[in-house]
């Protein structure tokens, strides 16, 4: 898992620096042993050991709450880790990964605002961080803040881009409105990276919408070689096929995707596969 080097800070350096580690200093060592092996449902048991035996009386105590929040986050207890969290931030001020993990669990629970704000604090204290800065880009584009994202990811571009700073500038231009800039963006992040995903799903998202149905069955096409069962890229290469009046290819495929769980894809198969008479 990528983030868990990340998230996770070893606090007990030294810890067995003494001739005999106590049981709480066991319990941690072994609770890390565990966590590096990603068995956090382990690592887990052992840190509320360490919570149970020191009654986290002490801010040096409460230390192991952080590792405990990243173990709930990993289990998806995210409103539990967001406890652990409440206590150990205010306390530990100067950790940046502390709110890069609340900042992860508040885009889990989908609260768009609160993540925006602990973006903007990380990057008070780290303002060129380009990870950070196309996280905060692509949040504003979620919250429909496309002006400020376009201005963000503008200034970006003079030092830094990629494919992820062209797709966000094209969701930009798309959420105003602004199909053809979108496109050219989409394009952008596909030159940048030809093995990107996103961008030919969203290129061939806004051709199906502007109803040029070849250019999207081209994109869908390149983006199938990339991941050749996902199912919505089969359900708008349906929708496109059906719009060309390849109705065979298009309805099974449509048909694929409805009975594999794209509830969307119901109303084309009424209206061109199974037309009522």
């Given at each position: 898992?990528?983030?868990?080097?990340?998230?996770?800070f070893?606090?007990?350096?030294?810890l067995?620096?003494?001739?005999k580690?106590?049981?709480?200093?066991?319990?941690?060592?072994?609770?890390?042993?565990?966590?590096?092996?990603?068995?956090?449902?382990?690592?887990?048991?052992?840190?509320?050991?360490?919570?149970?035996?020191?009654?986290?009386?002490?801010?040096?105590?409460?230390?192991?709450?952080?590792?405990?929040?990243?173990?709930?986050?990993?289990?998806?207890?995210?409103e539990?880790?967001?406890?652990?969290?409440?206590?150990?931030?205010?306390?530990?001020?100067?950790?940046?990964?502390?709110?890069?993990?609340?900042?992860?669990i508040?885009?889990?629970l989908?609260?768009?605002?609160?993540?925006?704000d602990?973006?903007?604090q990380?990057?008070?204290?780290?303002?060129?961080?380009?990870?950070?800065?196309?996280?905060?880009?692509?949040?504003?584009?979620?919250?429909?803040?496309?002006?400020?994202a376009?201005?963000?990811l503008?200034?970006?571009?003079q030092?830094?881009?990629?494919e992820?700073?062209?797709?966000?500038?094209?969701?930009?231009?798309?959420?105003?409105?602004?199909?053809?800039?979108?496109l050219?963006?989409?394009?952008?992040?596909?030159?940048?990276?030809?093995?990107?995903?996103?961008?030919?799903?969203?290129?061939?998202?806004v051709?199906?919408?502007?109803?040029?149905?070849?250019?999207?069955l081209?994109?869908?096409?390149?983006?199938?070689?990339?991941d050749?069962?996902?199912?919505?890229?089969?359900?708008?290469?349906?929708?496109?096929?059906?719009?060309?009046?390849?109705?065979?290819?298009?309805?099974?495929?449509?048909?694929?995707?409805?009975?594999?769980?794209?509830?969307d894809a119901?109303?084309?198969?009424?209206?061109?596969?199974?037309p009522?008479?």
């Amino acid at each position: 898992m990528r983030w868990i080097g990340i998230l996770f800070f070893l606090f007990s350096v030294g810890l067995f620096a003494q001739t005999k580690p106590s049981k709480v200093q066991v319990a941690e060592a072994l609770g890390d042993t565990l966590f590096n092996r990603e068995d956090f449902v382990g690592a887990l048991k052992q840190y509320n050991k360490v919570a149970k035996a020191t009654k986290l009386k002490t801010v040096q105590q409460r230390q192991i709450l952080y590792k405990r929040a990243v173990c709930l986050f990993y289990l998806g207890e995210f409103e539990q880790a967001l406890a652990d969290l409440k206590v150990f931030i205010p306390e530990n001020q100067s950790l940046p990964r502390a709110r890069i993990l609340r900042a992860f669990i508040y885009r889990e629970l989908g609260e768009l605002q609160l993540q925006l704000d602990d973006l903007n604090q990380l990057l008070e204290w780290d303002a060129m961080n380009i990870d950070l800065l196309k996280w905060r880009a692509g949040l504003l584009v979620e919250m429909g803040e496309n002006e400020q994202a376009l201005v963000e990811l503008k200034a970006m571009k003079q030092w830094a881009t990629d494919e992820e700073v062209e797709l966000y500038t094209g969701l930009a231009y798309y959420g105003l409105e602004k199909p053809d800039s979108a496109l050219y963006h989409f394009d952008q992040s596909i030159l940048t990276n030809g093995g990107y995903l996103p961008a030919y799903q969203y290129a061939g998202s806004v051709c199906l919408e502007q109803g040029a149905f070849e250019l999207a069955l081209t994109y869908i096409n390149l983006a199938l070689r990339l991941d050749g069962q996902n199912l919505e890229l089969l359900f708008y290469k349906g929708v496109a096929l059906v719009e060309l009046d390849r109705k065979e290819e298009g309805c099974r495929l449509l048909n694929k995707a409805f009975y594999k769980g794209i509830d969307d894809a119901g109303g084309y198969l009424e209206e061109y596969c199974f037309p009522k008479e």
